[in-house]
């Protein structure tokens, strides 16, 4: 459980923080980047569920409490050493993952085929959503980058691959099942 009694500590105030293990680090350290924008998905979605319906709404406190769980996991390094911990490390597990891939496919069998890309936009609840997926696409450039330079746990770099293609897809599903949805048009302005 965690208890904050107390909110402002004055630690970072020379532009570092704290890691999951207690070690200090830039406030602009790839790990601090990686989830620091997963905190901006999370807040993203946040407006998101201003406009969503029960069933959505749902859907989408679930994912805010993985992107949580993912902010845990980013935020404590040393992934390769988790046996040897002295506790055990909140990390990102496959079910999460194998969990957005089904609710993609039942929202996705709502929906009829693309036969475009889809501009950003439609209904308000759609609009946030796409925005919400730019940002799960950088978080995910950050933490696969983080991955180039120090172990990451794998299932965290798929949840965020996956969560970006559920929130394409719940969108879609918002934009009346796709009917709204707004289609690129090749050249069309020229």
């Given at each position: 459980m965690v208890v904050l009694n107390r909110i402002y500590t004055r630690t970072g105030d020379a532009g570092e923080t704290a890691l999951g293990d207690g070690r200090r680090v830039p406030k602009h350290a790839p790990r601090v980047e990686a989830y620091g924008t997963v905190d901006e998905l999370n807040a993203a979605l946040g407006l998101a569920r201003l406009h969503a319906?029960?069933?959505?709404?749902?859907?989408?406190?679930?994912?805010?409490?993985?992107?949580?769980?993912?902010?845990?996991?980013?935020?404590?390094?040393?992934?390769?050493?988790?046996a040897h911990a002295p506790r055990p490390r909140l990390r990102v597990v496959a079910a999460q993952v194998t969990r957005l891939e089904a609710e993609i496919d039942a929202m996705n069998a709502r929906l009829d085929p693309l036969r475009s890309f889809v501009l950003p936009g439609g209904t308000a609840l759609a609009a946030h959503l796409h925005l919400a997926r730019t940002v799960a696409r950088r978080a995910e450039r950050l933490a696969v980058a983080l991955a180039g330079l120090e172990p990451v746990n794998p299932e965290a770099v798929r949840y965020l691959n996956r969560v970006s293609d559920w929130l394409f897809v719940a969108a879609r599903v918002a934009n009346d099942d796709g009917a709204s949805d707004v289609l690129w048009v090749p050249g069309a302005n020229r």
């Amino acid at each position: 459980m965690v208890v904050l009694n107390r909110i402002y500590t004055r630690t970072g105030d020379a532009g570092e923080t704290a890691l999951g293990d207690g070690r200090r680090v830039p406030k602009h350290a790839p790990r601090v980047e990686a989830y620091g924008t997963v905190d901006e998905l999370n807040a993203a979605l946040g407006l998101a569920r201003l406009h969503a319906a029960a069933e959505i709404d749902a859907s989408l406190a679930r994912v805010q409490n993985d992107l949580f769980d993912l902010g845990a996991d980013l935020a404590t390094p040393d992934f390769e050493n988790d046996a040897h911990a002295p506790r055990p490390r909140l990390r990102v597990v496959a079910a999460q993952v194998t969990r957005l891939e089904a609710e993609i496919d039942a929202m996705n069998a709502r929906l009829d085929p693309l036969r475009s890309f889809v501009l950003p936009g439609g209904t308000a609840l759609a609009a946030h959503l796409h925005l919400a997926r730019t940002v799960a696409r950088r978080a995910e450039r950050l933490a696969v980058a983080l991955a180039g330079l120090e172990p990451v746990n794998p299932e965290a770099v798929r949840y965020l691959n996956r969560v970006s293609d559920w929130l394409f897809v719940a969108a879609r599903v918002a934009n009346d099942d796709g009917a709204s949805d707004v289609l690129w048009v090749p050249g069309a302005n020229r």
